[in-house]
């Protein structure tokens, strides 16, 4: 069966410094990846997504990026974070027409 | 691009009462019509979808129906549970290949016993 990881799990760091966060699936191939970002209390907002190695959309100009270095890995990144960078970070996979499954999420703290 | 309206914000119902949310979609393209239910803190987990050749579909106390002249779609809960207060969210898609699921803003769905 498949499975998508995230880590970490919670992050708290301050303004200016950088990020990576990871999302890796397993028991799938050449599946379609997402990332989405949830403030407090609000909706789900896409922020990236790949359909391939070294293929991103972005759909929010930002100071977020994604890479997506193997087939089931997929990253996001900042230079340098801001204080609305804090949010809820959910990595999803999809095989095309599919159901979409989302990761456990990493939980960003920005102070 | 897809843009999907979500009303309402939040619902509160009585324990045994339906609740009922509805969705809109701006691209008549799109043809994948998921719901997710998200407990706090938790990821959101599917709990039914509908594709465009389908005018409804049910499972247990759960149903969708969708309306593709009108672009409209709504998530129908009866005999409603305090285990069924979560977020619910809906979404839309078109098949193309990497095309990204759009959400709804979500619907805060309290039960009270």
């Known amino acids: 069966s498949q499975t998508i990881h995230q880590w970490p799990a919670t992050l708290v760091q301050p303004v200016g410094s950088p990020l990576s966060l990871e999302c890796t699936v397993e028991?799938?191939?050449?599946?379609?990846l997402y990332w989405y970002r949830q403030a407090a209390g609000r909706g789900l907002q896409l922020l990236f997504y790949?359909?391939?190695?070294?293929?991103i959309s972005s759909e929010v100009p930002q100071n977020l990026s994604a890479s997506r270095p193997q087939d089931r890995q997929f990253i996001l990144s900042s230079k340098k974070l801001l204080l609305s960078d804090s949010g809820f970070y959910l990595c999803?996979?999809?095989?095309?027409?599919?159901?979409?499954?989302f990761g456990p999420g990493t939980r960003l703290l920005v102070l | 691009g897809e843009n999907v309206e979500q009303h309402p914000s939040t619902l509160s119902v009585q324990e045994g009462d339906s609740a009922v949310i509805k969705c809109t979609y701006s691209d008549s393209a799109s043809n994948y019509f998921p719901w997710y239910k998200q407990e706090l803190g938790k990821r959101p987990q599917l709990i039914i979808d509908i594709r465009s050749n389908v005018g409804e579909k049910k499972d247990q106390r759960i149903a969708v129906t969708l309306n593709k002249t009108a672009k409209h779609f709504s998530l129908h809960i009866t005999e409603t549970q305090p285990e069924d207060s979560a977020v619910y969210f809906c979404a839309a898609s078109k098949g193309q290949a990497g095309t990204a699921l759009i959400f709804g803003k979500g619907t805060t769905l309290s039960v009270s016993s």
């Open positions: 790949s359909v391939g190695i070294g293929q």
């Open positions: 999803a996979w999809r095989r095309q027409g599919e159901t979409q499954y």
């Open positions: 028991g799938t191939s050449n599946p379609n």
